[in-house]
């Protein structure tokens, strides 16, 4: 459900991956006494691509399902956090935002080796490229316009209505999170990044005045999204494990980072005409979503626009970190050097403009 081909489509499944295998008949009886529906014999395949929590295709006689576990190995505190993952998805299953239907959560490691839920599997489109090669240009506009609706239903959904009213503390989540990715930054750091070292001396002090909490996604992208197979809609998003109870505009800047970022970084829009292709510009998206949340304005933008970059450097420090560890899960790990030293030099960039 995750990574496929990058022009978009059904994702790519392969082999599970010899550092990611774990009895497969065991997990089978397992769920067989657990998860309606699952039944008769289970080929189990990796999706390929990702670079965070292992993820799986099981195919059952009759139905597929999709299970997604922590990687192996020692990790950061507080990362791959699966059971988040599970919790935030089931409290949304009945809202109008849509994500899979989750069936089970196992905590008992001695299952496969580590935590992991199961959920189904969604037929659909994902693309990792944001300006959605081999789409028409009327396609990119409605499919990011569709992007731009289930964000905002999100942040309209009520936290504690949905029963998250522990999911997150709803007051000072920026200066946490600010704190939390400057530590798993210096945790997983190996070489110097000077722009990084501003960066965490900069953003404590520009923190904005205004204080909010919605449900917050963590990873809202493109590249999160699951469209349905022929039409521009989005049938579900994936990759919770992020998710918290957090400021919506945090969310809504690291969408659009790739206004900010150039085009080599594999993440960015620089040096496209992005309206020839049908992509909304940053200031288009902006109103759309202000009018569907029914905002009266967007504060401190270029602040939520650092803070994202800075975070999305932390996220690839670390990814290159496991990769120099050897608990790789695709072979692009190791060019997460580059990216992230490239994102934190286009962050304090804008911060120093500012």
Same mark, same amino acid.
């Given at each position: 459900m995750t990574d496929p081909t990058p022009t978009g489509g059904s994702a790519v499944l392969v082999p599970v991956l010899e550092n990611n295998r774990f009895d497969e008949d065991l997990l089978t009886r397992y769920l067989s006494q657990r998860v309606d529906g699952f039944r008769g014999e289970c080929l189990i395949r990796q999706f390929q691509g990702g670079f965070s929590n292992p993820t799986f295709h099981l195919q059952t006689s009759d139905r597929a399902f999709v299970l997604r576990k922590k990687p192996p190995g020692q990790l950061l505190p507080s990362a791959h956090a699966v059971d988040r993952e599970y919790k935030v998805m089931k409290a949304l299953?009945?809202?109008?935002?849509?994500?899979?239907?989750?069936?089970?959560?196992?905590?008992?490691?001695?299952?496969?080796?580590?935590?992991?839920?199961?959920?189904?599997?969604?037929?659909?489109r994902v693309y990792t490229d944001r300006l959605l090669p081999g789409c028409s240009a009327e396609q990119r506009t409605q499919m990011y316009d569709a992007m731009n609706d289930v964000l905002?239903?999100?942040?309209?959904?009520?936290?504690?209505?949905?029963?998250?009213?522990?999911?997150?503390?709803?007051?000072?989540?920026?200066?946490?999170?600010?704190?939390?990715?400057?530590?798993?930054?210096?945790?997983?750091?190996?070489?110097?990044?000077?722009?990084?070292?501003?960066?965490?001396?900069?953003?404590?002090?520009?923190?904005?005045?205004?204080?909010?909490?919605?449900?917050?996604?963590?990873?809202?992208?493109?590249?999160?999204?699951?469209?349905?197979?022929?039409?521009?809609r989005v049938v579900a998003v994936l990759d919770w494990e992020l998710s918290t109870i957090g400021h919506p505009?945090?969310?809504?800047?690291?969408?659009? /980072? %790739?206004?900010? +970022?150039?085009?080599?970084?594999? =993440?960015?829009? #620089? !040096?496209?005409?992005?309206? $020839?292709?049908?992509?909304?510009?940053?200031?288009?998206?902006?109103?759309?979503?202000?009018?569907?949340?029914?905002?009266?304005?967007?504060?401190?933008?270029?602040?939520?626009?650092?803070?994202?970059?800075?975070? /999305? %450097?932390?996220? +690839?420090?670390?990814?290159?970190? =496991?990769?120099? #560890? !050897?608990?790789?899960?695709? $072979?692009?790990?190791?060019?997460?050097?580059a990216a992230y030293q490239d994102i934190a030099a286009r962050a304090w960039e804008i911060a120093e403009g500012s």
């Amino acid at each position: 459900m995750t990574d496929p081909t990058p022009t978009g489509g059904s994702a790519v499944l392969v082999p599970v991956l010899e550092n990611n295998r774990f009895d497969e008949d065991l997990l089978t009886r397992y769920l067989s006494q657990r998860v309606d529906g699952f039944r008769g014999e289970c080929l189990i395949r990796q999706f390929q691509g990702g670079f965070s929590n292992p993820t799986f295709h099981l195919q059952t006689s009759d139905r597929a399902f999709v299970l997604r576990k922590k990687p192996p190995g020692q990790l950061l505190p507080s990362a791959h956090a699966v059971d988040r993952e599970y919790k935030v998805m089931k409290a949304l299953q009945d809202t109008d935002v849509p994500v899979p239907r989750v069936h089970l959560l196992c905590e008992d490691e001695s299952v496969i080796g580590t935590m992991f839920y199961v959920m189904d599997y969604v037929e659909g489109r994902v693309y990792t490229d944001r300006l959605l090669p081999g789409c028409s240009a009327e396609q990119r506009t409605q499919m990011y316009d569709a992007m731009n609706d289930v964000l905002a239903k999100l942040h309209r959904v009520d936290y504690r209505a949905v029963g998250l009213d522990d999911f997150g503390k709803p007051s000072g989540y920026v200066a946490r999170q600010v704190a939390r990715w400057s530590k798993q930054y210096l945790a997983s750091a190996i070489d110097d990044t000077p722009a990084m070292n501003h960066l965490m001396e900069w953003l404590p002090k520009h923190l904005p005045s205004q204080d909010e909490a919605t449900i917050a996604h963590g990873d809202y992208r493109i590249g999160n999204l699951l469209f349905h197979p022929t039409q521009p809609r989005v049938v579900a998003v994936l990759d919770w494990e992020l998710s918290t109870i957090g400021h919506p505009l945090g969310d809504l800047a690291y969408c659009c /980072s %790739a206004y900010h +970022l150039p085009a080599s970084s594999g =993440r960015g829009f #620089d !040096g496209n005409d992005i309206q $020839a292709l049908g992509i909304p510009t940053e200031a288009q998206f902006l109103e759309d979503y202000r009018r569907r949340s029914g905002r009266a304005n967007i504060p401190d933008w270029t602040f939520f626009i650092v803070f994202s970059l800075f975070r /999305s %450097a932390g996220i +690839l420090a670390g990814v290159y970190r =496991r990769s120099v #560890d !050897g608990q790789g899960v695709d $072979a692009r790990m190791a060019q997460a050097k580059a990216a992230y030293q490239d994102i934190a030099a286009r962050a304090w960039e804008i911060a120093e403009g500012s």
